[in-house]
């Protein structure tokens, strides 16, 4: 894909008009030839099924962010697709409980989450995952309009709904 490091943009992100501070992320969406994607089912909660994703770096553009989540997480190497989308940014706002959470955990207060997704298209078809079970249990490929909204935090739903609509139009 042309021009991605144009995807490159600081370490937080404020949200326009406001002082709520949003984390940098970005997500992978592999697809197979025939037009399935996966989708990584969360240790916890367990039946929490999204894309891989994971925190922009401090100096890291949101490809790379993307690349180097999606080998931690599935074992995939940037070798073994090809880059054919990106859209974002998209933000969704963390409930108050999840925000504890992420607070004890970063020691930043972050009111969300603000994601750029890149769709890579698998050059084969037989490639699987391995899932090394600190993020991910289990995973699944399957057609976009398969993706189960409602195996989503109801926080992370609008935006699931906005990516597939954007990348796949269902």
């Known amino acids: 894909m042309k021009n991605a490091s144009m995807c490159a943009y600081t370490p937080d992100?404020?949200?326009?008009?406001t002082s709520e501070l949003y984390r940098p992320n970005a997500a992978i969406?592999?697809?197979?030839?025939?037009g399935r994607v996966l989708l990584c089912e969360r240790v916890k909660p367990a039946g929490a099924w999204q894309f891989p994703q994971g925190g922009i770096k401090k100096g890291?553009?949101?490809?790379d962010?993307?690349?180097?989540?999606?080998m931690e997480e599935t074992g995939f190497r940037p070798n073994e697709y090809e880059v054919i989308?990106?859209?974002?940014?998209?933000?969704?706002?963390y409930p108050p409980k999840e925000r504890e959470r992420v607070f004890r955990k970063?020691?930043?207060?972050?009111?969300?989450q603000e994601q750029h997704y890149f769709l890579c298209l698998m050059h084969s078809d037989?490639?699987?995952?391995?899932?090394?079970?600190?993020?991910?249990?289990?995973?699944?490929?399957?057609?976009?309009e398969e993706v189960d909204i409602s195996a989503l935090?109801?926080?992370?739903?609008?935006?699931?709904?906005?990516?597939?609509?954007?990348?796949?139009k269902v």
Do not use: H
């Open 126 to 144: 037989t490639a699987e995952p391995w899932l090394d079970n600190k993020e991910f249990r289990d995973y699944k490929w399957v057609m976009p």
């Open 65 to 70: 962010a993307a690349c180097r989540e999606g």
């Open 153 to 168: 935090p109801d926080f992370k739903r609008a935006v699931y709904e906005q990516v597939l609509r954007d990348f796949f």
């Open 85 to 93: 989308g990106a859209r974002g940014p998209y933000r969704y706002d």
């Open 60 to 63: 890291e553009s949101a490809m």
């Open 13 to 17: 992100s404020f949200m326009p008009g």
């Open 29 to 34: 969406i592999y697809q197979r030839s025939d």
């Open 106 to 112: 970063r020691g930043i207060p972050y009111a969300g």
